[in-house]
């Protein structure tokens, strides 16, 4: 009854993404929910009996590449409440929408020469920024259509590689055990990410696909309790789907949840395996971002919350202003830099289910 319970849904997982598919055949079920022979090469890192068929196979779900980007005023497929995945590099501000990423999971973009994938995943609420250089050579990022703990499994058009997302490791192929070059990408609320960046440009909803953007395509799923695939660990300490900031220091994890933050800006200090860090977050302006202490020129600084100056959010005792980012922008320190924890946002039973002795704050 279990399986055929998980085939159902799966099925129904590919239903629900193949909805109005265009440029190019739709994909059709697959045969079973469990991996399937064809679907093996070589030896996982992962046991492969809880690893899963999605429902629309490999590249059923389309990753998108050479993006287009619009203006805020042009976006009107999006509400202040919507949730984006935001970055900053050289000047220049881009927001990923989970409205288009719910749909294509993936986005392989550049800046000039630096070649990074936007990895999403709808049904842990992950989203990572990938270096799609791997040892030198620059690849793109697919949606292999399998998942593992809830989580999507990327797949490189280069090695033909699987990889965990929440991992940050390809675990089968050619370059199994390879760790992902992950970068700092925040997420936030739509009108947040707009406040600080007024000039941010914002991936357009022209993907070549017809999709309804508009529509979330999985019902209730952000908000309730159920799950559509099995996980290996479960943990009732929070909801399932509560947001948390999870950080990694040397394979361990910690998680901060986005109900610790009020209104106002407001810091955590905290030391993590030997790891002295500064967390900041505002529930209101829905945002958590991890940093360690020492600043890259290798001074310990202590901070203290700034209110009302987005994007900055901190200042050392010095007087040094930091950003989001974890730039200095102002003051004795301006142009040194804070480390970024890695980190990512997620839903609390993905963390739980990766990382079974995960602390949580």
């Known amino acids: 009854m279990k399986k055929q319970k998980i085939f159902l849904v799966a099925i129904l997982h590919m239903a629900l ?83 288009i990423l719910d749909w294509h999971e993936i986005v392989n973009d550049s800046y000039g020469d630096l070649h990074l994938s936007v990895i999403y995943c709808p049904l842990t609420g992950t989203g990572t920024l990938w270096n799609r250089n791997i040892n030198g050579n620059v690849t793109t990022f697919g949606v292999s259509g399998l998942l593992y703990n809830s989580n999507i499994i990327p797949y490189d058009r280069e090695t033909d590689s699987n990889w965990s997302q929440i991992m940050l490791k390809a675990v089968n192929g050619k370059l199994k055990g390879e760790n992902a070059e992950d970068f700092f990408i925040l997420e936030t609320r739509w009108d947040t990410w707009k406040e ?44 399932r789907k509560e947001r948390v900031l ?38 209101e302006k829905n945002f958590i971002v991890a940093f360690k202490t020492e600043t890259e020129d290798g001074n310990t600084r202590d901070f203290t919350a700034v209110q009302n100056k987005l994007p900055v959010i901190m200042k050392d005792e010095e007087g040094t202003l930091y950003d989001l980012s974890g730039q200095a922008v102002d003051g004795p320190g301006k142009g040194n830099r804070l480390v970024p924890a890695t980190q990512f946002m997620g839903y609390w039973f993905a963390w739980a289910a990766f990382y079974p002795e995960i602390k949580l704050y």
Not at 65 to 71: D, K
Not at 256 to 264: A, L, Q, T, V, Y
């Open 246 to 283: 999870g950080v990694l220091i040397d394979g361990n994890a910690k998680a901060f949840s986005i109900e610790e933050f009020g209104s106002s800006i407001s810091l955590i200090h905290d030391t993590f395996n030997e790891e002295n860090l500064v967390i900041a977050g505002s529930k």
């Open 17 to 99: 993404l193949n909805t109005s598919m265009s440029c190019g055949k739709d994909s059709e079920p697959a045969n079973n929910n469990n991996l399937t022979t064809s679907r093996v090469s070589g030896e996982w890192l992962i046991p492969t009996n809880e690893v899963f068929e999605g429902g629309p196979g490999k590249d059923g779900i389309p990753a998108l590449s050479n993006p287009e980007f619009t203006g805020p005023d042009e976006a009107l497929y999006m509400s202040d409440s919507d949730l984006v995945l935001g970055l900053v590099h050289n000047g220049i501000a881009r927001a990923f929408p989970h409205n």
């Open 196 to 239: 600080m960046y007024p000039k941010t440009r914002v991936l357009s909803d022209n993907t070549g696909y017809n999709r309804d953007y508009d529509r979330y395509p999985y019902g209730d799923y952000r908000t309730s309790s159920s799950l559509f695939f099995p996980v290996s660990n479960e943990d009732n300490r929070l909801h």
